[in-house]
Every structure is written in C-alpha cells, then in structure tokens.
C-alpha cells in the first residue's frame, strides 16, 4: 500500500497529537510525584513546570505517614475496599449465574426489575432516609451495603457467565453437582477475566467514593481515605498535620505534604492498574458491545 | 448496554404462551427445579427491592409534608405545595439552565471527543505505540474525583502552576480560575474530557474492531483514500454503538456529575455552577427540607426518564438502533 503525501502528513501530526495528549494525561500526576519528594522551601521559590524535583527529601512524606488522621482513614478505605468488593463479587456472581441460567421462569422479569433500576432511581433524599430508617447511618455498613450490587456490572458477569459452554455445565451436572457448586466450581473459575474487570471496577469505586462516606457518616473514627483528603485538598486544612511545627515553616511545607498525600493516595491504584488493564478492555467490550 | 432488548420481550414468556400445562403447574415445576438458583438469585433481589424500589416507594414524601418522627406513612399529605415552592423560587431556572448547560456541552465536546480519539488511534499503525497512548489516557479514569479537583484547585490557584506558566510566555495576570463564575463550565467540561476521553474511546475502539474487513478491501479496490473510508466505512459501521450512548446520555441529561460539582463550586460561582442535583442535596442533607429536596429530586427523574424514553423512541424511527 502506498501512502499518499496527504496521509503521510497526516500520519506525522496524529504520532505528534497522541504524544501531546499521552504527555497531557501523564505530566500533572508526575508534576505532583515531583513536587511531593521536593524541598518545601525551594518549591515555594519555583514558578512554573518541574522537570525534576527541586532538591529531595522525604519529609512530606514522614509526615503523611506520622499523621494518625491518615492513618485510620487509610486502613478505614482498606476495610471498606477489601469487605466491600468481597461482597459485591460473592451477590453479583450468584446473581448472575442465576440470571445466565436457560430455564428460569421468572429470569426476564427479575432481569427487567434490575435493569429498570439504571433509568429510574428513587434519588438522594429518599435513600438517605431509607439508610436512617434502617439504623445504618454512622455505621461502617451504611457503606458497604447500599452498594452491593451495581446493576450494570451485574449485567456484564452474566453475559460473561452466558459463555461458558453447556456441556461442561450439563457434566457437572450429570456427576451430581448442585447448581451452586457449579457456580463457583465451573463457571466463576471459567470466568476469571470478567472476575478481574469486576474486581478492577468494583474495587476502584469503593477506594475513591468519598460523597456515601460524607453523608452518611459522622464519626471521624470511621472516615474514608478520600474524605481526609477533601479535607486537606479541597477544605484546605493541613494545619491538623503540623501541630509541631513552627508556624514560619507551616506555608510551604503544607504545600508538599498536599502533593505527598494525593501520591500516597493514588499509588495503589496505579500500581494494580497496569496489570488488571488487559482484562479491562476486554470486560468493557463485553459489557457494552456484545451485550 | 443492549442488553436491554432481551428483557423487554420478558412477560410475554412468562403469561400464558398457549402450553397445555396450566401457569400454576409451570409455576411449581420450574420452583421444583431451580429452588437452588432461586435461593442463590433472593439476596440480588432483596437488594434490588430495599435498596432500589424502597427509595421510589420513599418518593411519596415529595407529596408530603415529611418529619422524621412521624415516617413516612404518618406525614400528612400536602399535594403539589413543594412542586409549585420549587416551580416558583428564584433557583429553578437557574439551576435548570445551568443542568442543561452543562450537559449540552459535555454532549457537545467531551462525547465527540472519545469518538475522535477512537478514530486517531485507529490509524495508527504501530502497534507498541497504540497500546502505550491507550494505557496512559486510560489512566486518569481511575483517580479520584476527590484528587482530580484537588489538583484542579492547587493548578489553577492565583499564584498556581497554570497561572505561572501563562503569566511567564504570555505575560497574562493572574486569574483565579477556581474563583470565577465564568470558567467554571469550561473547567468542568475540560477537566472531564481530560479524565474520560481515554476511557470513552475503548467502546468505540471495540466497535470499530468489529467491522469485517472485507469491507475496508472493497474501499481501497474502488480507489478510496484512508480519510474516505473513515468517513465511508468506519463512521457508520460504529454508528449504532454511537447512537446507543447518545441515547444514554440524553437520558442522563439532567444528572450531570453532581458529586464532581459539590467538590467544585463554592457560593461565589454558584450562578452557573449549582445544578439540580447540588441544590437536592444542600436542601435536603444540609438544611434537612426532606419534602422539598424530594421534590425536586423526583422531577429530576422523572424528566430524566421521559428524555430517555423520547430519545429511544426517535432513534428506534429514524434508525434501526434502539435500546429497547
């Protein structure tokens, strides 16, 4: 195939225009990496792009880790990432092994019940009053539970589940397997990279939701990761963090330690991301197109 | 997504479609049969029904004059009162406009963007190349909204990054960005366009994979450039899947990002950043107006409902494609 001169002019700028658009999706996180391991009072003096941090310590970073706030919140989001995401695979896997199922009666209006759900909803209000009704504000539950299961996601494991082939159901069957042992012992294991997208998705949205954790909760003891970080990102208060410090040095070492916290509360996303990624596309594409 | 049509055919299966063996007979037999998928489907369900349909059967305080310490069956009915309060204050327009807005040109910009972005990628012939553009820019899908804003506020502050950079080349003052009513529609529609158009992109990429390639041998056979069968061959052969989202996303007119604006705003850019869904929840969490913020939750879905089901109706005449 010969390129004409159009399309090797065009080939040059599309290279140069998806460079541009990787280097604009990467460089703030990296200006952020750079910044948070700079030396606060140099970083004040810089105006303008880093390609390097400005001298190195670790400080913000001690002080992140030495910040009991932190601390809880951290292991806080871990508990509601680890139990929350446990629970959305183990009612979503059953649900949509149930609904992949051939001779189900009720299967298409039970499927319409859910699906209805993703284009009409009862709103705020009426949920938050519902969360009270049921005693479950203030508690580590009023986050894990209203979010069990997320129809659209449901929707995407069954149509994986619909895939597995029927004879190796039918000689589970035949060598007495129950319905739920096939399940977990036949179809989930079959559908390992859906699993990895669910847990991909699932798990992402527990580790960043911050609004349920805001309305919902009101014992510090029991904040998310995310709401701290409003609290220092956005609410604007590092002084919580600096108590021992002199107030001379407040100024720009709040601003590091801005940088240190938003790394330490990204890095493992990004650190699980590249390896779940090949499954990602390929749940996506299940999800939206075949189905 | 087109899952959707499946269900829809739903109760014709289950009424009575001409068998012998009476419904209840049916009834009993299939139970017999899948008591175990039953038992395995009843917490899905359950979920659904409490979490779901328990919130649309709370939408009846909209109605009501709601307290807590009476419920929501013994608050006492008021009628459309907090539907004609909400009709009638200065902020329904406001708000609306500002929803509209917001989400015509996240429709305007950010949608097309994910499409073009498909469309470039497709073009490219190294395939390292590709992968490593589609791995970065599917990246910030993943980082918090809280983090997202967070950087927003830190980058675009007075004497922020963006504002020392364009200050040094082009010598422009200072602007708080964050501060101003004016960008705020340009920097939420940029900021998600910046954290979503990777993302975006993968459906279209997998529906462009999907064309027969045959089709694209025919192109080049009748002497059409690489631009032509872009627009000849690739444009319609993911035009249903375009089609899908943009009925999807004129059902979701209403619901802009409310949670990405409550982390945005402040009062002073509150005239073109507050939305319906801020103001449901100022009024209704914040200042504890169950009924009114209700009301004013329920038109949201229920307006939201009707563009869907208009939407559909439109595409299912003008084209084949159709969600249900």
């Known amino acids: 195939m010969r390129a004409t001169t159009g399309e090797k002019v065009f080939g040059v700028f599309n290279i140069t225009f998806l460079f541009g658009l990787s280097l604009a999706a990467l460089y703030p996180l990296i200006f952020v990496l750079f910044a948070s391991l700079s030396d606060p009072g140099q970083l004040v003096q810089t105006r303008g792009l880093l390609l390097f941090p400005k001298g190195?310590?670790?400080?913000?970073?001690?002080m992140v880790f030495m910040n009991p706030s932190i601390g809880t919140a951290y292991l806080n989001t871990l508990f509601y990432v680890i139990a929350g995401t446990a629970l959305n695979i183990f009612l979503s896997s059953m649900a949509a092994y149930g609904l992949s199922r051939r001779d189900v009666l009720w299967k298409n209006p039970i499927m319409f019940m859910i699906t209805f759900t993703m284009f009409f909803e009862g709103g705020l209000i009426p949920t938050f009053l519902l969360i009270n009704e049921l005693g479950l504000l203030d508690t580590r539950m009023a986050?894990?539970?209203?979010?069990?299961?997320?129809?659209?996601?449901?929707?995407?494991?069954?149509?994986?589940?619909?895939?597995?082939?029927?004879?190796?159901?039918?000689?589970?069957?035949?060598?007495?397997?129950?319905?739920?042992?096939?399940?977990w012992s036949v179809v989930f294991p079959l559908s390992m990279p859906v699993i990895a997208v669910m847990l991909l998705f699932y798990g992402v949205s527990h580790w960043n939701s911050w609004f349920s954790a805001m309305i919902y909760l009101q014992d510090r003891a029991l904040f998310p990761l995310q709401l701290i970080l409003r609290e220092i990102l956005i609410v604007n208060d590092t002084s919580s963090m600096m108590t021992d410090i002199s107030s001379g040095d407040q100024m720009p070492i709040g601003e590091t330690i801005k940088y240190a916290t938003i790394i330490v509360a990204t890095l493992p996303i990004l650190c699980a991301y590249p390896f779940l990624q090949k499954y990602f596309v390929k749940g996506v594409m299940i999800g939206a197109v075949k189905g | 997504m087109a899952v959707i049509e499946k269900s829809n055919g739903s109760s014709a299966g289950i009424g009575g479609s001409g068998s012998r063996i009476s419904f209840g007979?049916?009834?009993?037999?299939d139970f017999a049969k899948n008591k175990l998928i039953y038992l395995m489907l009843s917490p899905a369900v359950a979920y659904f029904l409490l979490f779901h349909y328990g919130p649309m059967y709370g939408m009846?305080?909209?109605?009501?004059?709601?307290?807590?310490?009476?419920?929501?069956?013994?608050?006492?009915?008021t009628g459309f009162d907090n539907f004609v309060d909400f009709f009638s204050s200065f902020y329904f327009g406001r708000i609306l406009v500002n929803t509209i807005l917001l989400s015509l040109y996240s429709l305007i910009f950010a949608f097309p963007a994910g499409i073009v972005l498909a469309l470039l990628l497709n073009e490219v012939r190294k395939s390292w190349f590709k992968r490593t553009v589609q791995t970065i820019t599917y990246m910030p899908h993943f980082i918090s909204l809280v983090v997202v804003v967070?950087?927003?506020?830190?980058?675009?502050?007075?004497?922020?990054?963006?504002?020392?950079?364009?200050?040094?080349?082009?010598?422009?003052?200072?602007?708080?960005?964050?501060r101003e009513a004016d960008w705020f529609r340009t920097l939420y529609i940029g900021s998600g366009i910046w954290q979503n158009v990777g993302w975006s992109s993968i459906i279209f990429l997998?529906?462009?994979?999907?064309?027969?390639?045959?089709?694209?041998?025919?192109?080049?056979?009748?002497?059409?450039?690489?631009?032509?069968?872009?627009?000849?061959?690739?444009?319609?052969?993911i035009a249903p899947t375009i089609i899908i989202l943009l009925i999807l996303n004129i059902g979701q007119l209403l619901a802009v990002g409310s949670e990405?604006?409550?982390?945005?705003?402040?009062?002073?850019?509150?005239?073109?950043?507050?939305?319906?869904?801020?103001?449901?929840?100022?009024?209704?969490?914040?200042?504890?107006?169950?009924?009114?913020?209700?009301?004013?939750?329920?038109?949201?879905?229920?307006?939201?409902?009707?563009?869907?089901?208009?939407?559909?109706?439109?595409?299912?005449?003008?084209?084949?494609?159709?969600?249900?």
């Not at chain 2, 007979?25 to 037999?29: D, G, I, L, P």
């Not at chain 2, 009501?64 to 013994?74: P, Q």
């Open chain 1, 56 to 62: 190195f310590t670790f400080d913000a970073y001690r």
């Open chain 1, 143 to 183: 986050i894990i539970i209203p979010t069990a299961i997320s129809a659209f996601n449901l929707i995407i494991m069954r149509t994986a589940f619909q895939a597995v082939p029927v004879e190796l159901e039918e000689s589970a069957r035949l060598d007495g397997a129950s319905d739920f042992r096939i399940c």
């Open chain 2, 25 to 29: 007979q049916r009834v009993r037999k």
């Open chain 2, 60 to 77: 009846q305080i909209a109605f009501k004059d709601f307290a807590i310490k009476l419920g929501i069956n013994g608050s006492p009915w």
């Open chain 2, 150 to 178: 967070g950087i927003m506020f830190d980058f675009l502050a007075r004497d922020g990054l963006v504002n020392n950079v364009l200050n040094s080349l082009l010598g422009i003052e200072p602007i708080a960005f964050m």
């Open chain 2, 206 to 237: 997998a529906a462009i994979a999907t064309i027969d390639p045959s089709i694209y041998e025919a192109a080049r056979i009748d002497g059409a450039s690489r631009w032509k069968q872009t627009l000849h061959v690739t444009l319609p052969g």
């Open chain 2, 260 to 324: 990405k604006i409550l982390l945005m705003y402040n009062p002073i850019t509150y005239s073109t950043a507050d939305v319906i869904g801020t103001y449901t929840y100022r009024k209704g969490i914040l200042e504890t107006n169950y009924s009114y913020a209700a009301a004013v939750g329920m038109f949201n879905a229920i307006i939201s409902f009707t563009l869907l089901i208009i939407a559909n109706a439109v595409s299912r005449k003008t084209s084949e494609t159709k969600l249900w």
